[in-house]
């Protein structure tokens, strides 16, 4: 039985030349960069760790932030190299980009190459950010805030339309209240208010010795 197979396999081999060499699959190569079985997979790369001894804002301290009419802007102190600049909302520095400014929070959002690092004013905080949570940043709808010029107009209408101050004193009462306060000036060796001294006004500051009598 083993014969007669070996004997039909020689045949078959004679019968079709070429099948004991390695397949030709040009003609199919149409189809095949058509990847009718799909893509492989991409390797898996390790997600970079974020950490402030790893963050480039690891040696850059916030010492500024500002507010005017054109915009924010905050100090920055590189540690490393003791330099110091300012930077506005949508610039770069010394290769640092400030991408977003909370005044009211004291922090700043900050942008060196792809790495993004929240900075904090008062604690000196670093919190470098992954790519999930600058896209987060990114997509956040921005709440807007009024200006610097906006605040002052407002705080400018405020005080107009708070009712004036009302004088402690008026009439009678500021005119003695002035006398009095000369009276104590004189005593304690300043300079007078220029108030002149009534005849009775002299005379108790002659009988408290602090006047010599007129000649």
Excluded at 41 to 64: G, Q, Y
Excluded at 161 to 185: F, I, N, R, S
Aim: proline share 10%; glycine share 6%.
């Amino acid at each position: 039985m083993k014969k007669s197979f070996s004997i039909l396999l020689l045949i078959a081999v004679g019968a079709w030349p070429g099948l004991a060499d390695t397949p030709d699959f040009s003609r199919y190569q149409v189809i095949l960069d058509r990847k009718p079985f799909g893509v492989a997979p991409a390797p898996e790369v390790a997600a970079p760790v974020f950490s402030p001894e790893t963050s480039f804002a690891k040696t850059l301290r916030m010492c500024a932030l500002l507010e005017d009419d054109n915009g924010i802007r905050i100090g920055l102190i590189d540690q490393s190299n003791n330099k110091n600049f300012f930077v506005s909302v949508g610039q770069t520095e010394e290769g640092v980009e400030l991408v977003s400014a909370d005044y009211d929070a004291e922090e700043a959002v900050i942008r060196k190459g792809a790495e993004m690092a929240v900075i904090k004013l008062q604690s000196g905080e670093i919190q470098p950010l992954s790519p999930a949570e600058q896209q987060a940043r990114m997509n956040a709808p921005q709440g807007r805030r009024p200006s610097y010029a906006e605040r002052r107009q407002m705080r400018q209408q405020q005080r107009a339309a708070e009712p004036p101050v009302k004088p402690m004193y008026t009439g009678e009462e500021l005119e003695k209240h002035l006398k009095e306060y000369q009276m104590d000036v004189i005593r304690q060796g300043l300079p007078p208010l220029p108030i002149p001294l009534t005849p009775e006004m002299d005379q108790q500051l002659v009988n408290e010795g602090i006047l010599p009598p007129m000649q």
